[in-house]
């Protein structure tokens, strides 16, 4: 079955920091590997899209990884805002016929000042 | 550029009614898809619609249907509406859909109650 696990659930950090979200996924054969930023009461929006052959994709202060062996990639956000604080959500879609995505349950971001 | 739009943005509903809910994509965009997202589930994949024809379908029961208007405009429906029916309906637009490494644009959804 396919999974994606997000790690921390909830992460709290202070204005200025840096910090690294984690997703695991298990999802075969892989087609392409999303991050988006949910704020409460909105519908997401895309940060990065990689595919199989990138490894690393960058969208301002936000920079992912992707390492399709181990089937991990992080979100690095640099120097964190307050308008950071929402939900940040992994979703990775499988190829072969049907591409249907699967979510992470998401990592809840709250950045105090 | 207008972006993706959700009508109604709010509906309560009773069990056992059904309900329509309607996405307007951005403009160009052929490929719409849309979701589900409860506290319990997080967000679920419900189906995707390309040039008015249903692409991918969610692991949803067939009360979960929807259609696709020659305008890219979709609709859903839900009928024989259940308690846990209550959520987020989310509709994203893009140019290709979720086989591409093409961004998806979602609405600000539509908050379905079911009493």
């Known amino acids: 079955k396919n999974q994606v696990e997000q790690s921390p659930q909830s992460l709290i950090i202070l204005e200025g920091k840096n910090c690294t979200l984690q997703?695991?996924?298990?999802?075969?054969?892989?087609?392409?590997l999303r991050w988006y930023k949910q704020d409460t009461g909105r519908g997401p929006v895309s940060l990065t899209i990689?595919?199989?052959?990138?490894n690393t994709k960058s969208n301002g202060r936000y920079t992912a990884t992707l390492d399709a062996d181990t089937k991990q990639s992080s979100l690095h956000i640099t120097a964190s805002q307050l308008s950071d604080s929402a939900s940040y959500i992994c979703?990775?879609?499988?190829?072969?016929?049907?591409?249907?995505?699967?979510f992470g349950r998401g990592t809840s971001l709250i950045v105090h000042p | 550029k207008a972006g993706v739009t959700q009508t109604p943005r709010y509906l309560i509903k009773t069990r056992g009614q059904q309900v329509t809910l309607s996405c307007s994509p951005i403009s160009g965009h052929r490929s719409v898809s849309w979701y589900q997202q409860t506290p319990g589930q997080g967000l679920q994949f419900l189906f995707e619609?390309?040039?008015?024809?249903?692409?991918n379908k969610g692991n949803f029961p067939g009360r979960f249907s929807g259609r696709q208007f020659s305008n890219s405009r979709s609709e859903m429906n839900v009928s024989t509406l259940e308690l846990g029916d209550s959520a987020l309906y989310l509709c994203a637009s893009s140019w290709t859909g979720g086989r591409a490494p093409d961004t998806q644009y979602f609405g600000p959804g539509t908050r379905l109650t079911v009493l």
């Open positions: 619609y390309f040039s008015e024809t249903q692409r």
């Open positions: 990689m595919t199989f052959s990138e």
């Open positions: 997703c695991n996924y298990t999802v075969s054969p892989f087609s392409n």
């Open positions: 979703v990775v879609t499988a190829a072969g016929g049907s591409y249907i995505p699967t």
